[in-house]
């Protein structure tokens, strides 16, 4: 059975994909950047550009618990992107919907509130829903020999996996901080500002797109 349409939502059914949902408040600054990111650093370790159904059956999106339905994401998002070599084009923002999270394997949010605001919607989406540091913390701490071999099993089982395992020691790695597990919101800040948030970004999603392809970044 085919997905219905929508951006990064048409692919196969959802037996051969693996979704992940970013999370935002405005889906124009932290989670376009995070989502760009992810498919620029899968494209760079799998080799194969994302398409309409994703690379190797992993798929990403985006949306905003007050998306900005239709709006392109923030020049200053966009700038960030760029340094990174990652493509900006064709993003429109969206407010986050129910079909968003049922659909979604694994949603990263920006900030514990916005983990609270998906977690609130339903749809068993606790054991799936992490901040981003979070995940990032709980998939160091995954010993990658005991995940299925994407060259055997898929990168989708791989996925799947691998969500199981950060959702079980969940309660046994907390954060150091509250704020550990927060990415601050750079909406209306300086250029300088967003640069950072980037680098935090793209440093939490480093070992989880390792863990989740098995494959370690270009050096």
């Known amino acids: ?4 349409e929508g951006r990064g939502i048409a692919g ?9 949902l970013h999370v ?12 760009r990111l992810t498919r620029h650093a899968l494209t760079d370790r799998l080799g194969t550009p994302l398409g ?3 690379t190797r059956g992993l798929i990403v999106e ?52 916005h983990r609270a605001q998906v977690i609130s919607m339903g749809h068993s989406a606790g054991l799936r829903t992490f901040t981003l540091k979070e995940f990032t913390r709980l998939v160091r701490a995954i010993d990658p020999a005991t995940l299925p ?13 691998l969500v199981r395992a950060a959702a079980a020691l969940r309660g046994w790695l907390l954060a150091p901080t509250a704020e ?21 970004i793209n440093q939490a999603l480093d070992p989880v797109v390792t863990a989740l392809t098995g494959v ?3 050096t």
Do not use: K, Q
């Not at 935002?24 to 989502?35: K, L």
């Not at 900005?68 to 960030?80: F, S």
């Not at 597990?181 to 680098?199: H, K, N, Q």
């Open 1 to 4: 059975m085919t997905a219905p």
């Open 12 to 20: 196969p059914s959802t037996t051969e994909t693996f979704r992940i």
């Open 24 to 35: 935002s408040t405005g889906n124009v600054c932290r989670s376009p950047i995070t989502e």
């Open 52 to 54: 309409p159904f994703g």
């Open 62 to 113: 985006s949306a905003g618990t007050w998306g900005h339905e239709g709006a392109p994401m923030e020049a200053n998002a966009a700038a960030v992107l760029a340094d990174f070599g990652a493509d900006a084009s064709g993003f429109t923002g969206r407010e986050l919907l129910d079909e968003h999270v049922i659909r979604a394997d694994l949603v990263l949010t920006a900030t514990r509130d």
């Open 149 to 161: 071999d994407p060259l055997d099993e898929g990168v989708v089982e791989r996925a799947r996996a």
């Open 180 to 200: 550990a597990d927060e990415v601050y919101d750079p909406y209306g800040a300086p250029l300088t500002f967003f640069r950072s948030i980037g680098d935090e």
């Open 216 to 218: 370690p970044a270009r």
